[in-house]
């Protein structure tokens, strides 16, 4: 266990920064080039991910699970089986991401909750965004409104995201109405 950790201006080349029982570790303007997982927070870890890469993880980007909080702000990830994975009660807020699609989803939540706005989330090869566990009502909302997702229709958006709509047994559901109709602008990111 640790607090107040700064993790800046550093490039992981085939592995991984992992933060366990963790108070406010923040990485920013890094980045991570291989491996299984880019950056984890668990185990009711908290803190922030800003302006930092993300390419070629194995499995997933960027993972926040059991109870941790993580404001993900400025990032970009791509060329991961998953962008952002979410599980057992994690709080994943953010804004101005590119998420550049996972070649299986490009962000699977698991009984979690994931607040994004104004960030480009982009289908890869399956669903944008998958929910499951979500085992018992009431039915959770998941705000991820004025975004921008690849198209301006509204239908093709809700066939790409997997939640309570698709199945009756999932009590979760993604708003992501408004959504933006074109990308977000992308300021300029200098990573070291």
Known sequence: PMRNLTVEQCEFVVCSASFD???NATVTDCTFNGY?????YANNSSGGIYS???VNQVNVGIVVATGSVVTLVGNQVSGSGVNIKARAAATILGSDNLLSGGSNVTIVISNSNVQLHGCQILRGSGPTVMLDTFLYPPVRMLDMTNNYWGTDSAA????WI?????NPTIYGLVQFEPFLNQPVPTESTSWG
């Open 21 to 23: 029982h963790t108070a």
């Open 162 to 166: 997997v939640d309570g709509n698709d």
């Open 36 to 40: 299984t997982v880019g950056c984890q």
């Open 52 to 54: 930092t890469r993300f």
């Open 156 to 159: 093709t958006i809700a066939s």
